[in-house]
């Protein structure tokens, strides 16, 4: 056997051990949402799944509205996504390929507020809010997500890269305007980058926990994670509902990780082919 071949083997094993590795974590949460509280205290522990996961799954549904919460958070996830997607490209655009006064100087502020923990901006924001009368409601979850500097700085990196300073003059050339640039030359481009920012953000906004928790006032209109947070118990947690509480809410995760992550690929591919 070559060298090559041996190399080729070892790095295909090493891939598989960090796959099974890295799927051990949901594999051990379906055996603890489909087993008994007793059992995940167990010792030895159970390796295998259990029979309990529909009466544990109907344990959550009896306790929380799940599926309303699922609803409220689908929708601000979906809404703060499209509108990340939007506005970040859009600046990104701008960063990336236009020169304009002050230009550097943005984009430095933009950089800084990485520095900014996102706790010590959560008083001024529900300050602004309750002004504005939306402390309750969706648009408190969906307007203070609406762009953030990550998702500026990745399609600035991205579009700089990406697309030609040619196509950009020869779009101009032809008589077309800021946004028919970036709706014509930009994002078709930028289909890649934008995959990637849509998944991360979605993610993100539906895992958010702490800021849901605060402008969300209403014990009946409550995002999934603040609703699941509601099966622990003051004096004893049934962990096996917790565990198919949050089976329950990774199962659209996984669905939304597929089909982006087969764009994202897709979309690289034919990038890679047409150069």
Known sequence: MSIERVRT???HIVLMLGVLVSLFPFYWMVVMAS???PDIFSYPPKLLIGSHLFENMGKVLDNIDFFGSMLLTLIASLAVTVLVLFFDSLAAFAFAKYQFPG????????LATFMIPTQLSLVPQFVV????????????LIIPGAANAFGIFWMRQYAKGAIPDELISAAKVDGAGFFRQYLTVGLPVLRPGLAFLGIFTFINVWNDYLWPLIVMTDPNRLTLQVALDQLNGIYGTDYSMVMAGALMSVIPLIGVFLIGARSFIADLAAGAMKF
């Open 9 to 11: 083997a070892v790095g």
């Open 35 to 37: 087993n008994t509280t």
């Open 103 to 110: 230009r550097n100087v943005l984009f430095g502020i933009l």
């Open 129 to 140: 809010l309750a002004q504005l009368g939306w402390i309750g409601s969706l648009k408190a």
